[in-house]
Nanobody, 122 residues
Framework: VQLQASGGGLVQAGGSLRLSCAAS????????MGWFRQAPGKEREFVAV????????YYAESVKGRYTISRDNTNKMVYLQMNNLKPEDSAVYYC????????????????WGQGTLVTVSS
């Protein structure tokens, strides 16, 4: 599966952004879809993951209550709605696909998008 993320940009603290990830390939519904982020000088970290049906969602503690992951299997899209953004949310955000099972570990994700930059100003 090929992934392309978009929707990043510059936003003030307290603002919102919605990231999108477009997938191509025949077996999109077979994948858990996740979002990760990487700030300069830091490791890539888990943000959120959604299962194939879209009903089961898991979040990092740092974004719980502010971010919402969703997917549209018909159009092969995954979204990350980010509200009440904070400067520490600034990072390159990546969407990723995991053909195995639920995981917060980046090594379990075989497919990655190119990343989209989110910058939150204080």
């Amino acid at each position: 599966v090929q992934l392309q993320a978009s929707g990043g940009g510059l936003v003030q603290a307290g603002g919102s952004l919605r990231l999108s990830c477009a997938a191509s390939g025949r077996t999109f519904t077979g994948y858990y879809m996740g979002w990760f982020r990487q700030a300069p000088g830091k490791e890539r970290e888990f943000v959120a993951v959604v299962n194939w049906s879209g009903l089961n969602k898991y979040y990092a503690e740092s974004v719980k209550g502010r971010y919402t992951i969703s997917r549209d299997n018909t159009n092969k899209m995954v979204y990350l709605q980010m509200n009440n953004l904070k400067p520490e949310d600034s990072a390159v955000y990546y969407c990723a696909a995991n053909g195995g099972a639920y995981s917060r570990n980046k090594i379990d994700y075989a497919y990655w998008g190119q990343g989209t930059l989110v910058t939150v100003s204080s």
